[in-house]
Structures are given as structure tokens and as C-alpha cells.
């Protein structure tokens, strides 16, 4: 039994070199399928990663207060165009937000073009500089690698103190330990207190480049009118947090005097709702790539199939001696079978290489931690197994059916 399987393939393979044009146009079109299907769930599998790793560290016991909710930000169709979030707003917000156990964050970005100098070293102007309050590290989910972070007393005091990201160290600092230098922001001096741990980058911006000072130093700086400020509440006890809130629905409310009739005019999210928000979109992403591949592969499947057909059609004198010799119809429609098989693996594994480099491209282009796609790969796997069945089953039967003395006829 063996060895007939043995005898199969090898003729099988020999048919394949023979036709390595028809066999070559085959295997491509077969992979044009699975590259889109291993391609595209790739970068998607790489985006969800890397959305999934820069919200989690923030906890599901985070919300935060913003000029517009997410949906308003991705969508401009009918937007309504919400006032800035002043900075008295949040510092009253920061007094009469009396939810127990919580920990109120304010922030800012003053500017994404800031130029940071250490002595003769400087960087390039696109480094982004944000004045925060004690507790945005801590909210954000940011861990500081060396060193400190703020406390009460450098907020409070103005002090010139400032907490980096973790690319400093090689970028102006030449492999230094930065904790107690001095850098230079717009001619202030602030003394480094800590490094945070790296967190890599997010669609193409360097999240371990950016800089962190007083809230009150960083106001003295950066001047520019309708300066927009954010706040981020955490809350000890995730139980809590819809009370909390509601709580502070209500208390931005009353500071913006809305009355009950009033919409809001402000945005409040949760930060586990951003990341399941963002993986229904990159769900919506799945389901066209599946839809994609689905019709593409379909197409390779009826082109296998028409393939197989007109093989089984030019080896019919081929098929008649076989059959003479004592071939039977099982073995006759296993070499056909085999074939199909073979030529639809080739695809489907040319298919997954070319996918996998092109998720790795995509992700690399954009800053996304690209993983190994098993899971694309091992249904990659099976469709192309499937494929093969599909389109090999009707050629295999229609050339184990065949006469004999009519195939002998034949030429």
C-alpha cells in the first residue's frame, strides 16, 4: 500500500515538473488569495497588539475627560464643534471632584515642535513636551524606569524638575545616566528626576521621546491661546468607577453651567471602551480581508479545477495504459488527487511567506509590534487543503471513470 502511495507521488511530482509553466501560473494564483487573507490579518493582528499593550497599562479603572469623545474624533460627519477645556475648568473640577478614593490627573501638550539642548547636544525640533500634575504618570499607566516621579511639592512649588522618556539616554545624553542632568527647553533649565520605561511607538510617533514638567512651568512656556487641557480620573476600586463617573458628569455639568436640557458638551471615556472601540473597527478590517480572500480564493479553486480537467484531458492515452497495465480507479484518481493537492500547497505556503512579509513590512512602516500570525497561517493551511479537495475531487473522478480501450483510442 505503501509503496503504491509512493509510486503515486512520485508520478504525480514528475507530472508536475513536466508542466512547470501551467504549474507555476497555478501556484501563483492560489497565493494571490492567501496572501491577502495572511497579509491583511497580519498588519491587523499587529495594530490590535499594539493597541491593546499602549491602553492596557492604563487599567479598566481609568476614564477621562476630553473635548470630544473617540467616535467624535475619527467621525467629521455633522460634528459639533465643543469648547476647549480651560485650564480653570480643570483646576475647578480638581476641587470639587469629591468621589472617594480617586486620583484626578491634569495635562496638556504644550507643544509637538519643542527642540530639547543637553550642554553641545540638542535634538530635533518635533519632540513633544506636555505639563502635567502629579498624578498623570501614575493615571497613564507610564512606570518610571530610573530615579522618581513627580510628587505633590514639585507640582506645587514649580520646581524645575522634568521626567523623560527612555530614547534620551542614547539621543543627547550618549549612553549617560540622565537622573540630575540639566537640560533646556526654550531657554528653561530642568533638572532630570527620572526616566520612564520605554514604550515604544504608536503609529509612527516616538511615545519614548517625550518630556514631562510642571504643569504651572509648562503654562509660563507655552502661552498660545484656547489651550485645550485633559483630565484623567482613576478610581481604586473598579466597582466604582461608573459612580465615579456619573459623579463626574454631573460636576463638569454644573462648572460649564449646562443646564439639564443640554447635551454635553464634553467627552467622557472609559479606557477599556477606547480599546474595545478600536477592536470593532479592526474586527470590520477582519471581516474584509476575509471577504477578500474568500472571493479570490474561490476564483484560484475554479482555475485549480479547470486546470486539473484539461490535464486529465491531454494524459488520456497516459490514463489507458495505466488502466491496461492494471492501474485501478483508486489509483488513478489518487495520482490525480495528489496532484491538485501538491500544486494547492505550494500556493498556500507561498502565499503565507508572501503574507507574513508583508504584514512584518506594513507593521515595521508603521510602528506596530508585529507577531507571528499562527493563527492566520494555520487557516491559511486548511483552506488551501480545502481548495485542493474542492478542486481536485471532479478532475481525480473523471479520470479514474475513463475507458481504457477509449483511452488507448484516443490519439
Known sequence: MF?????????????????????????????????????????????????????????????NLQRYEFRERISNEDRKVNPTISYREVTEFKENFQFPFTETAISFTGTGSAEIKYQNEKTDPDISVLGVNEYYLENSGLEVEEGREFNIFDINNNNNVAVIGADYKDVIFNGMDPVNKTISIRGAKFRVIGILESKGSTFGNNQDLRVF?????????????????????????????????????ITFRNIRGLNPKEDNNFGIERSDDLINRILQITGALNIAAWIISIITIFGSSIALMNIMLVSVTERTREIGVRKALGAKKNTIAMQFFLE????????GLLGILLGILIGWGVSSSLDFDFTTPWKAMLWATGITIFVAILAGSYPAAKAAKQDPIESLRYE
Open 213 to 249: 514638567i510642571p504643569i504651572q512651568h509648562a503654562r509660563s512656556i507655552f502661552s498660545q491661546p484656547n489651550i485645550n487641557y485633559s483630565l484623567s480620573v482613576k478610581v481604586d476600586d473598579k466597582e466604582m468607577l461608573e459612580s465615579a463617573m456619573d459623579e463626574a458628569i
Open 3 to 63: 509503496s503504491l502511495l509512493r509510486e503515486n507521488i512520485r508520478i504525480a511530482l514528475s507530472s508536475i515538473r513536466n508542466q512547470s509553466l501551467r504549474t507555476v501560473l497555478t501556484v501563483l494564483i492560489i497565493a494571490i488569495g492567501i496572501t491577502a487573507l495572511v497579509g491583511i490579518l497580519s498588519a491587523v493582528a499587529a495594530l490590535e497588539n499594539t493597541i491593546s499593550q499602549d491602553f492596557a497599562s492604563m487599567g479598566a479603572n481609568t476614564f
Open 340 to 347: 491538485t493537492l501538491v500544486i494547492g500547497q505550494l500556493g
